[in-house]
């Protein structure tokens, strides 16, 4: 598991399961110090429901620090678990963004 920041991108590497999630979520946070960040998850190669969590808490920081955050290269397989929770529309999700 790695996570990685470039510029105003986040890249998530490798497995985002129950069994690193925790830590997979504190060091997301601390990436989180400006407004406008996209995290890109092409590289996330096996996730489970966890993953979710691990989202909707950088989104929850982002919010209380003011800054806007965008998910880019959503998973097929994480598309249909937020799909299967009904949590789709509560995820800034835009696979338009290049920068």
Request: net charge negative; hydrophobic share 45%.
């Amino acid at each position: 598991m790695v996570i990685q920041r470039e510029g105003r991108r986040i890249y998530v590497r490798g497995p985002v399961i129950f069994d690193n999630v925790a830590e997979m979520t504190r060091q997301g946070i601390a990436l989180l110090d400006e407004d406008g960040l996209i995290v890109d998850l092409a590289e996330v190669i096996e996730l489970d429901s966890s993953a979710i969590s691990m989202l909707f808490e950088w989104l929850r920081v982002a919010h209380t620090r003011n800054q806007q955050l965008y998910y880019v290269n959503l998973p097929a397989n994480l598309g249909s678990l937020m799909q299967l929770y009904g949590v789709t529309d509560f995820v800034p999700f835009d696979n338009t963004i290049t920068q």
